[in-house]
């Protein structure tokens, strides 16, 4: 384990084994450098940075195929990438049935050839921790340097809230969450729960173990097709043996999304982090639409008329602060800034919040993703982001989630955002049916939802006259539960990533570097297309 930059690091440790003490056993020969490939550009940048550099000291580079996933790139009906199709669902019929597609999982190594006597020292000014509590310590050090992420009012956890998503990384935790998933039945029940937000096992919580390699796509389909025939735990629950349930199907659906944006990734390269995203991309006979390109919201400069860049940061401080005025969208960024884990369904929202009730450069939520996400995925956080925004491979473009009514529908006793808000624990939501009888009033809940909806007696009475974010939300969402639908699409959706199967969106820690740099790729497509050169949006 080093720390630095992956080109220093690797530069460091060749020199030193080259101009090693032959008698103290420093000097010896490396014979290869082995990196697995990833598609991101900087990812891509770092493994040619590698390449360069075992070149230069005539090392043998090998790059390895990511495994990791659920269907082999191998045995894709596709001869080059350019045949990808621009729709999942075109795709996902292409590789139908899916539970035929998986390879075999491969067997772990029974040795391993030995560490080298001698290793090199950590290069200045960096030290290795010798333990792995001063390990966890070291990589908390920029956290607790500014905890606050320069926020004026950072959420804090609520005392009584639990986190969703508990678990330590590792190869062993990652196969003991999947054997749980499948003897609690909760692998089965997925597709009836994915759609939770609150507790342990509404979703499979697989995301992080797969992002980080600790598992495979590829062990949990077999785990499944296990339980599937009748084979290893779960004897006991309904569906055993019995083939592919629509559970099990579910998560590999979810699966197959996660490979999919890997492989978009492959495909349109710098454009995944372009401000018009793949839809600028040019086809074979096709030119982008610039004449219907939407006048984003950025951080850098005006880019409509009446824009002001100051106030456009001063509305994404409140939303990553979780001070909106909108319940769901507050709850779900709260729970992200102290867990590092919010909901798909929970995503989804706060995507299309930022992105098409605001406006505001949907990449600047992406990279705040990246930021907090205990389970980041370089294509699955930009893809779905993408997505969702409206400037990715979504074919009914410029659907936009309500989020009072998707609240209504996936939050309709409000335990949710009163867990993660709670200055709205107050908020009666119940009203009488009768002697010692209650139940939920869905018009009170909408007071919930949107608390300036509150009347003044009410907002005193609980605390909340005065409070800014109470008394002016950054926008006021029209919803009505009398009329049904309300505002701009239905909040039906049904894409954007599952959280279930490791679809979703979450690595990268949250390091002290907090600079928007994947938006350096807009100057780099501007390099390569004709049409108006877009400026990337300003550091913050």
């Given at each position: 384990?080093?720390?630095?930059?992956?080109?220093?690091?690797?530069?460091?440790?060749?020199?030193?084994?080259?101009?090693?003490?032959?008698?103290?056993?420093?000097n010896?020969?490396v014979t290869?450098?082995?990196?697995?490939?990833?598609?991101?550009?900087?990812?891509?940048?770092?493994?040619?940075?590698?390449k360069?550099i075992?070149?230069?000291h005539?090392?043998?580079?090998?790059?390895?195929e990511?495994?990791?996933?659920?269907?082999?790139?191998?045995?894709?009906?596709?001869?080059k990438?350019?045949?990808?199709?621009?729709?999942?669902?075109?795709?996902?019929?292409?590789?139908?049935?899916?539970?035929?597609?998986?390879?075999?999982?491969?067997?772990?190594?029974?040795?391993?050839?030995?560490?080298?006597?001698?290793?090199?020292?950590?290069?200045?000014?960096?030290?290795?921790?010798?333990?792995?509590?001063?390990?966890?310590?070291?990589l908390?050090?920029?956290?607790?340097?500014?905890?606050?992420?320069?926020?004026?009012?950072?959420?804090?956890?609520?005392?009584?809230?639990?986190?969703?998503?508990?678990?330590?990384?590792?190869?062993?935790?990652g196969?003991?969450?999947i054997?749980?998933?499948?003897?609690s039945?909760?692998m089965?029940?997925?597709?009836?729960?994915?759609?939770?937000?609150?507790?342990?096992?509404?979703?499979?919580?697989l995301?992080?173990?797969?992002?980080?390699?600790?598992?495979?796509?590829?062990?949990?389909?077999w785990?499944?097709?296990?339980?599937?025939?009748?084979?290893?735990a779960?004897q006991?629950?309904?569906?055993?043996?019995?083939?592919?349930?629509?559970?099990t199907?579910?998560?590999?659906?979810?699966?197959?999304?996660?490979?999919y944006?890997?492989?978009?990734?492959?495909?349109?390269?710098?454009?995944?982090?372009?401000?018009?995203?793949?839809?600028?991309?040019?086809?074979?006979?096709?030119?982008?639409?610039y004449?219907?390109?939407?006048?984003?919201r950025?951080?850098?400069?005006?880019?409509?008329?009446?824009?002001d860049?100051?106030?456009?940061?001063?509305?994404?401080?409140?939303?990553?602060?979780g001070?909106?005025?909108?319940g769901?969208?507050?709850?779900?960024?709260?729970?992200l800034?102290?867990?590092?884990?919010?909901?798909?369904?929970?995503r989804?929202?706060?995507?299309?919040?930022?992105?098409?009730?605001?406006?505001i450069d949907?990449?600047i939520?992406?990279?705040?993703?990246e930021?907090f996400?205990i389970?980041?995925?370089?294509?699955?956080n930009?893809?779905?982001?993408?997505?969702?925004?409206?400037?990715?491979?979504d074919?009914?473009q410029?659907?936009v989630?309500?989020?009072?009514?998707?609240?209504?529908?996936?939050d309709?006793?409000?335990?949710y955002?009163?867990?993660?808000?709670?200055?709205?624990?107050?908020?009666k939501?119940?009203r009488?049916?009768?002697?010692?009888?209650?139940?939920?009033?869905?018009?009170?809940?909408?007071?919930?939802?949107?608390?300036?909806k509150?009347?003044?007696?009410e907002?005193?009475n609980?605390?909340?006259?005065?409070?800014?974010?109470?008394e002016?939300?950054?926008?006021?969402?029209?919803?009505?539960v009398?009329?049904?639908r309300?505002?701009?699409?239905?909040?039906k959706a049904?894409?954007?990533g599952?959280?279930?199967?490791?679809g979703?969106?979450?690595?990268?820690g949250?390091?002290?570097?907090r600079?928007?740099?994947?938006?350096?790729?807009?100057e780099?497509?501007?390099?390569?297309?004709?049409?108006?050169?877009?400026?990337?949006?300003?550091?913050?």
């Amino acid at each position: 384990m080093r720390a630095g930059r992956v080109g220093d690091v690797v530069s460091d440790i060749l020199d030193w084994y080259s101009k090693g003490d032959v008698e103290k056993e420093e000097n010896a020969k490396v014979t290869g450098i082995y990196m697995t490939k990833e598609d991101g550009t900087e990812e891509l940048d770092d493994m040619n940075i590698v390449k360069t550099i075992a070149e230069e000291h005539n090392v043998d580079f090998e790059v390895w195929e990511d495994e990791k996933y659920f269907v082999d790139d191998r045995d894709l009906p596709y001869e080059k990438i350019s045949e990808l199709p621009n729709v999942y669902t075109t795709y996902r019929k292409s590789l139908e049935p899916l539970r035929d597609r998986p390879r075999n999982s491969l067997t772990a190594p029974t040795r391993l050839p030995p560490l080298p006597s001698v290793i090199p020292p950590q290069a200045r000014p960096f030290t290795i921790p010798s333990s792995l509590k001063e390990l966890k310590k070291a990589l908390l050090v920029p956290l607790e340097k500014d905890s606050t992420y320069t926020l004026t009012h950072p959420p804090q956890w609520p005392v009584d809230v639990k986190s969703a998503h508990p678990f330590d990384g590792g190869e062993t935790a990652g196969l003991n969450r999947i054997s749980h998933l499948i003897s609690s039945g909760a692998m089965s029940s997925y597709k009836a729960t994915r759609n939770g937000m609150l507790g342990l096992d509404f979703s499979t919580k697989l995301s992080a173990f797969l992002a980080q390699g600790h598992i495979t796509a590829r062990q949990v389909h077999w785990a499944m097709v296990d339980f599937e025939a009748g084979r290893g735990a779960g004897q006991n629950l309904d569906g055993y043996g019995q083939g592919e349930n629509e559970g099990t199907a579910a998560v590999r659906f979810e699966l197959l999304w996660r490979d999919y944006m890997r492989l978009c990734m492959q495909k349109f390269g710098y454009r995944m982090f372009t401000l018009y995203g793949i839809q600028d991309h040019k086809g074979k006979g096709e030119q982008p639409q610039y004449s219907r390109r939407k006048r984003w919201r950025l951080l850098s400069r005006s880019n409509r008329a009446g824009d002001d860049p100051e106030k456009t940061l001063e509305t994404f401080t409140r939303f990553r602060s979780g001070r909106t005025g909108i319940g769901l969208i507050d709850a779900s960024n709260r729970e992200l800034f102290v867990t590092g884990y919010t909901s798909n369904r929970a995503r989804q929202n706060v995507a299309s919040f930022l992105s098409s009730h605001l406006d505001i450069d949907w990449r600047i939520g992406a990279e705040w993703y990246e930021c907090f996400l205990i389970d980041y995925d370089c294509a699955s956080n930009w893809g779905n982001w993408q997505y969702v925004a409206g400037v990715g491979n979504d074919p009914r473009q410029g659907r936009v989630f309500n989020p009072v009514k998707q609240a209504l529908d996936y939050d309709s006793h409000g335990d949710y955002i009163k867990a993660w808000v709670p200055e709205l624990r107050g908020i009666k939501l119940t009203r009488p049916i009768g002697p010692g009888k209650e139940e939920v009033d869905q018009q009170r809940l909408m007071y919930l939802y949107q608390v300036w909806k509150l009347s003044d007696w009410e907002k005193s009475n609980l605390g909340l006259k005065g409070i800014d974010w109470v008394e002016h939300p950054l926008t006021k969402i029209q919803f009505s539960v009398g009329r049904g639908r309300g505002g701009p699409g239905d909040g039906k959706a049904r894409r954007g990533g599952g959280g279930g199967g490791g679809g979703s969106w979450r690595g990268r820690g949250r390091g002290q570097d907090r600079n928007f740099r994947r938006m350096g790729n807009e100057e780099k497509a501007a390099k390569h297309e004709e049409g108006p050169i877009i400026v990337s949006s300003e550091r913050a």
